[in-house]
């Protein structure tokens, strides 16, 4: 397969075989997997992780702050495995969320992106492009003396959210808690904590 990919493509087979065999390959995936991921469960710091505040003896204000690779279902889900686990470490078995706060931020950036110019117009350049030839005045124009850049503007979501919590020693009547132990035990197994 690799044969005709390359044949097709006009590149050499080589190329694709050092860089699979590469014994650097697995450290760099592995940078690139850690480098982008989103934010663990763990307390705050860097302004990501979670935080709490306690309000009366048996209330709590918990709060999780994600980065930008967070999905806001985790930023929410960490929020409640905490208040799980603050009503336990105070000795409580339940506990009920009086007030929800959304503290996700979104902000705008603008980047900068080249542009391959053409005669026609301006075209993406494809992966294969850097083989093909270059030369003034003809098809192809000059990629370095030609270069035209466009701007992007793009989005940076941090979500976060921020739960009040009052706690229980026995589950109360007449309104709606959540059991701290298994809330605990499955928000751990669907994250694999």
Not at 69 to 92: I, K, N, W
Not at 127 to 149: E, F, K, N
Request: proline residues 7%; contains cysteine.
């Amino acid at each position: 397969m690799w044969n005709s990919l390359s044949r097709c493509r006009n590149l050499d087979e080589g190329v694709f075989v050092s860089i699979l065999t590469n014994p650097m390959l697995p450290l760099f995936l592995g940078l690139m997997l850690i480098c982008s991921c989103a934010t663990p469960y763990r307390p705050l710091k860097n302004n990501t992780g979670y935080s709490e505040t306690t309000i009366a003896s048996n209330q709590f204000r918990i709060t999780f702050r994600g980065n930008a690779d967070t999905p806001l279902e985790r930023a929410y889900d960490f929020a409640m495995l905490r208040s799980a686990e603050v009503s336990q470490e105070h000795g409580f078995l339940h506990f009920a969320v009086l007030d929800v706060a959304n503290l996700s931020s979104a902000r705008s950036y603008t980047i900068r992106q080249p542009d391959m110019p053409y005669p026609w117009g301006v075209r993406q350049m494809t992966w294969y492009d850097w083989q093909a030839p270059v030369l003034v005045g003809s098809p192809y124009m000059d990629p370095i003396l030609a270069r035209t850049t466009h701007e992007e503007t793009r989005m940076y979501f941090k979500p976060g959210t921020s739960l009040t919590i009052q706690c229980f020693l026995s589950k109360p009547e007449k309104i709606f808690v959540f059991n701290a132990e298994e809330i605990r035990k499955q928000l751990k197994q669907k994250y694999g904590l």
